[in-house]
């Protein structure tokens, strides 16, 4: 079975400020991870994805991840974050990629003015 | 395509009664996925198909839930004898084998 742990609950930062969401998974196997964000009152939308190659990923509004298999983490960052960047994000892992994922809780992103 | 489409987006039903979600997946894909969403927390996983088959079924899903998918297109939610623990955002996704999900927007249940 996975579980996906993200430490902080909420993160609160200055806009224009870069931005770094902790997410560190459990798995006996081989994983697929994955970062989305929710807006209010809205579904999930997919940010990035890590499948297999290069650890470092690009995912879409400017947010990249990186894999690291020897501390189980995936990490999200983004160099100066936007007021529009204000959501929960969730990561998420599967072992078998197209199969049903495990969410971590989610972490709260409030971008300051 | 418009993506995946859930109907309602809000439901208010006292305790007790029966409702029913719908969701319509993006047209190609040929798994579809239930989740539930609590206030502050991810979602977690209740229920999917392939096609028109279910293939698991979370332990969260007690016997008063039930998942249809007839013909492999469209999928129902139904809770019956709704609880005040139901109250939760109802999610559905859809996915090709060997793609990522694509998630609605989502269904709301508010019991009272």
């Known amino acids: 079975a996975q579980s996906v742990t993200q430490l902080d609950s909420q993160v609160p930062v200055f806009e224009e400020a870069p931005v770094e969401l902790r997410c560190n998974y459990s798995?006996?196997?081989?994983?697929?991870l994955f970062w989305y964000v929710q807006y209010p009152n809205q579904g999930l939308q997919l940010l990035l994805k890590y499948l297999s190659g290069s650890t470092l990923v690009k995912g879409i509004n400017g947010f990249e991840a990186e894999f690291n298999k020897s501390q189980t983490s995936f990490h999200l960052r983004k160099p100066s974050v936007h007021i529009s960047d204000t959501a929960e994000y969730f990561c998420?892992?599967?072992?078998?990629?197209?199969?049903?994922?495990?969410f971590g809780p989610g972490t709260r992103l409030s971008v300051l003015p | 395509d418009t993506g995946v489409s859930q109907d309602p987006r809000h439901k208010i039903t006292k305790r007790g009664q029966n409702v029913t979600f719908r969701c319509d997946p993006i047209s190609e894909h040929n798994r579809l996925y239930w989740y539930r969403q609590t206030l502050g927390q991810g979602p977690e996983f209740l229920t999917y198909?392939?096609?028109?088959?279910?293939?698991?079924k979370s332990r969260l899903l007690s016997d008063r839930f039930s998942a249809e998918r007839p013909k492999g297109s469209f999928s129902t939610l139904e809770i019956q004898r709704t609880e005040q623990g139901d109250s939760a955002m109802y999610l559905c996704?859809?996915?090709?084998?060997?793609?990522?999900?694509?998630f609605g927007s989502g269904t709301r249940l508010t019991v009272v």
């Open positions: 996704a859809s996915s090709l084998i060997q793609d990522g999900y694509t």
């Open positions: 798995s006996s196997v081989s994983v697929y």
């Open positions: 998420a892992v599967t072992s078998n990629y197209g199969q049903n994922f495990v």
């Open positions: 198909f392939q096609n028109e088959a279910q293939l698991e």
